[in-house]
């Protein structure tokens, strides 16, 4: 089974190049299975219902979210209509949404995502560890492939619970700082890891935002108003072949696709 990830999508740049190009990336390599980190996708910050819907219809089967999901309010009325759509599942009891969502892929396969968020040097949440134990006994015995996206800051939380859910999960990805690094490989129980995907949008900035306006923050502390920039425009993605009778990762590579 072929899943392919894309990492955070960031504002209108991110979009269109998932629009331009991923209908023929799906066709190309035979993906199975295609999830995304859609959080940025509304100006870099937050996504709305029409952008949700815009994504799905663009080949994306489940969206994740972070920090940044609730920053449009009117997708909060959209999780209770969208399961595909999920938050970290670490978020408070009581919120729209869930951090969970189980289907099947193209070839007919079952399979589960998990999202989940960290707390280093972010906001305080439930601990994503026991969370993500509480939540993988929820997911049916016969669904071997599960994928999930730790959307964290810091790299040693990540790789912390790439180690804990080895053996565990077919997937274990960072996102979040939309930077890619280039540690992606297969644990030895089998799971495949990488700490970040890196970012779907203009890479001719600072994660994604004009540089200037982040470059005067930096010089003077003072509130500035951030924009999504325009140049150099690619996809970030990571594809990972999975055992689906054993849910356990053959491979994973990192793909990047730039906007023609």
Not at 197 to 214: A, D, F, L, Q, R
Request: glycine letters at 10%; hydrophobic letters at 40%.
């Amino acid at each position: 089974m072929r899943i392919l990830f894309i990492g955070d999508i960031v504002g209108s740049p991110g979009r269109k190049i998932v629009h331009d190009r991923l209908a023929d990336i799906l066709s190309q390599r035979q993906i199975d299975l295609c999830i995304a980190n859609g959080e940025n996708s509304a100006s870099g910050f937050g996504i709305t219902p029409r952008l949700a819907e815009e994504l799905f219809a663009s080949g994306i089967e489940v969206i994740t979210g972070g920090n940044h999901i609730w920053d449009r309010r009117e997708i909060l009325e959209f999780f209770p209509h969208e399961p595909r759509l999920l938050r970290p599942a670490n978020f408070p009891n009581g919120l729209p949404g869930s951090g969970l969502y189980v289907g099947r892929a193209r070839n007919g396969v079952p399979y589960a995502v998990l999202n989940l968020q960290g707390r280093t040097f972010m906001t305080a949440l439930d601990d994503p560890f026991r969370t993500a134990t509480r939540e993988l006994a929820k997911i049916p015995a016969d669904v071997k492939v599960i994928f999930v996206d730790m959307h964290a800051e810091a790299t040693s939380e990540k790789q912390a619970m790439g180690w804990y859910l080895d053996g565990k999960v077919s997937v274990v990805v960072g996102t979040h700082t939309h930077v890619p690094t280039a540690d992606y490989h297969v644990l030895p129980g089998g799971t495949a890891y990488t700490t970040d995907v890196g970012m779907t949008g203009p890479h001719n900035s600072v994660i994604g935002m004009e540089k200037e306006g982040v470059l005067q923050r930096f010089l003077d502390a003072l509130p500035a108003r951030f924009v999504v920039a325009e140049g150099d425009v690619q996809m970030n993605t990571v594809l990972i072949d999975v055992d689906e009778t054993t849910g356990r990762a053959r491979s994973i590579e990192r793909l990047n696709f730039r906007l023609d």
